[in-house]
């Protein structure tokens, strides 16, 4: 069974720091590229950051750019997404997820997981 799984979601003030976790089982992790993604109430769905675990290579929306860093650790199947100097426009559910296409629209990606919430005070 596939399974992606979000955690270290929460509420920060506009400033801080926090780090999602992506633990990923059921699949070959070389095989897939992971993206996160956020969704605010009333907006679509958005990637933020993307790797590639195989080579390492990484992709990051304009709007996180030296901010957010994506990272995984390939023994562990886990990618983790490191968010610094949070605002609060960044408040959204985040979501990790699977595809076989390095960065590419939401309908592309085979795995999802549940999202975890994070939330960022003014």
């Known amino acids: 069974e596939v399974q992606l799984v979000e955690s270290g979601g929460g509420l920060v003030q506009a400033g801080g720091s926090l780090r999602l976790s992506c633990t990923t089982s059921?699949?070959?992790?070389?095989?897939?590229?992971i993206g996160w993604f956020r969704q605010a109430p009333g907006k679509e769905r958005e990637e933020v950051s993307g790797i590639s675990p195989s080579d390492g290579d990484t992709w990051h929306a304009d709007s996180v750019k030296g901010r957010f860093t994506i990272s995984s650790d390939n023994a562990k199947n886990t990618v983790y997404l490191q968010m610094n100097s949070l605002k609060p426009e960044d408040t959204a559910v985040y979501y990790c997820?699977?595809?076989?296409?390095?960065?590419?629209?939401?309908?592309?990606?085979?795995?999802w997981g549940q999202g975890t919430q994070v939330t960022v005070s003014s």
């Open positions: 059921g699949f070959t992790f070389d095989d897939y590229n």
């Open positions: 997820a699977a595809s076989l296409i390095f960065i590419a629209a939401p309908s592309a990606y085979d795995y």
